[in-house]
Structure formats: structure tokens, C-alpha cells
């Protein structure tokens, strides 16, 4: 888990932006990033999930191997 330290800055006395330490911006940069993976992943599963297979002994026996 993620933890975050943000400062938030206020304008006109509501809460406007949030600031975090450039390390943390990292961090959480690079879980969205594996975020973001993660779902083309399972997109790419889902769309391939009805295309046909070949067992890895049918293929060694096709290559003789």
C-alpha cells in the first residue's frame, strides 16, 4: 500500500490542489503505470479467451522435439 503525505493548498479558502514530495509522485506514478497494465492484460485474456490452444506436447510432437 501506498502511503501519501500531500499538502493541500487552498484558494479563496477551499481546497484547490494537493502537493506531494517528488518521491511519492513517483511512486505513484508507477502504480499507475502497472495499474494500467494490469487492465490491458486482463483486456488482452478476455479477448483471447475463445482462441484456439495448442498443447505444449501436440506442438513438441508436431516439431519432433
Same mark, same amino acid.
Given at each position: 500500500?501506498?502511503?501519501?503525505?500531500?499538502?493541500?493548498?487552498?484558494?479563496?479558502?477551499? #481546497?484547490?490542489?494537493?502537493?506531494?514530495?517528488?518521491? %511519492?509522485?513517483?511512486?505513484?506514478?508507477?502504480? *499507475? $503505470?502497472?495499474?494500467? !497494465?494490469? #487492465?490491458?492484460?486482463?483486456?488482452?485474456?478476455?479477448? %483471447?479467451?475463445?482462441?484456439?490452444?495448442?498443447? *505444449? $506436447?501436440?506442438?513438441? !510432437?508436431?516439431?519432433?522435439?
Amino acid at each position: 500500500m501506498l502511503t501519501l503525505h500531500p499538502s493541500i493548498l487552498e484558494r479563496d479558502g477551499k #481546497k484547490a490542489f494537493a502537493v506531494l514530495p517528488y518521491e %511519492e509522485f513517483q511512486s505513484l506514478q508507477e502504480e *499507475l $503505470n502497472r495499474y494500467e !497494465d494490469l #487492465k490491458e492484460l486482463r483486456g488482452a485474456k478476455t479477448q %483471447e479467451e475463445s482462441a484456439p490452444v495448442t498443447a *505444449l $506436447n501436440a506442438v513438441r !510432437d508436431q516439431l519432433q522435439v
